[in-house]
């Protein structure tokens, strides 16, 4: 069984439309994450869900808005999409324990 | 904040042999944790090995162990008997402990390439 899984693995679409990356994950943690990782290979928190509720928003645009309709699901929604929003974006999931599971990734390419 | 710098870029190192990939840290929290990441080229995010800042022993898994020294603020990484399977992009990063706040703040990342 997957513990973190995201879907689409790839997404590819034109600028200024709007799209959503779902996350699930099964392994019964509090806290999911969602980190984008730029053409440079840099990883940087965007946000941080702890019991569906919003703790970190680290300054990314309005125009990403993360939902959680319950503890095993974060998803982000990106409107208007930009050249600049082309990266591979990771949802993961810890709870207190020292590990944190990162899904596969999905790589977002705007044309 | 917390930071974590990486020096290495790109390192090589012959098969079977050890490598050192380099991770210092800076924080003011009181309590934190230490991880490493592993990243192949297929882009998925593999958890190796973690530190906690008041572990008294340095962390080992397998091959895999964790040269933390608290004073310098470092917590290099450390592969034995490398493999072919082992050139991938590393990661270094640092959680703090907060409430809520698991978050990872990652280092640039260390390429590491295995000759044959």
């Known amino acids: 069984d997957t513990a973190v899984s995201q879907t689409p693995k790839y997404l590819v679409t034109q600028m200024g439309n709007d799209k959503s990356i779902k996350c699930e994950q099964n392994l019964g943690h509090d806290t999911m994450y969602w980190y984008k990782q730029d053409s440079k290979k840099f990883l940087k928190i965007m946000f941080s869900?702890?019991?569906?509720?919003?703790?970190i928003n680290e300054t990314v645009p309005n125009r990403f808005s993360p939902k959680s309709p319950d503890k095993a699901h974060l998803n982000l929604h990106i409107n208007s999409l930009e050249l600049g929003d082309s990266a591979v974006y990771f949802c993961?999931?810890?709870?207190?324990?020292?590990?944190?599971?990162f899904g596969p990734g999905t790589r977002l390419t705007v044309l | 904040a917390q930071k974590i710098t990486q020096t290495q870029p790109g390192m090589f190192v012959q098969e079977k042999e050890a490598v050192t990939l380099d991770c210092t840290y800076d924080?003011?929290?009181?309590?934190?944790?230490l991880f490493w990441y592993k990243q192949p080229s297929s882009g998925e995010m593999i958890f190796l090995i973690y530190q906690g800042s008041y572990d008294q022993q340095n962390a080992t898994e397998g091959r895999y162990s964790l040269n933390f020294q608290k004073a310098r603020k470092s917590a290099n990484l450390v592969i034995s008997a490398s493999q072919l399977g082992d050139s991938a992009m590393y990661f270094c990063a640092m959680r703090g402990s907060g409430a809520g706040s698991y978050q990872l703040t990652f280092g640039k990342g260390t390429k590491l390439s295995v000759i044959p």
């Open positions: 993961a999931s810890s709870q207190v324990g020292p590990e944190q599971f």
């Open positions: 869900y702890n019991n569906k509720e919003l703790i």
């Open positions: 924080t003011s929290d009181p309590s934190y944790g």
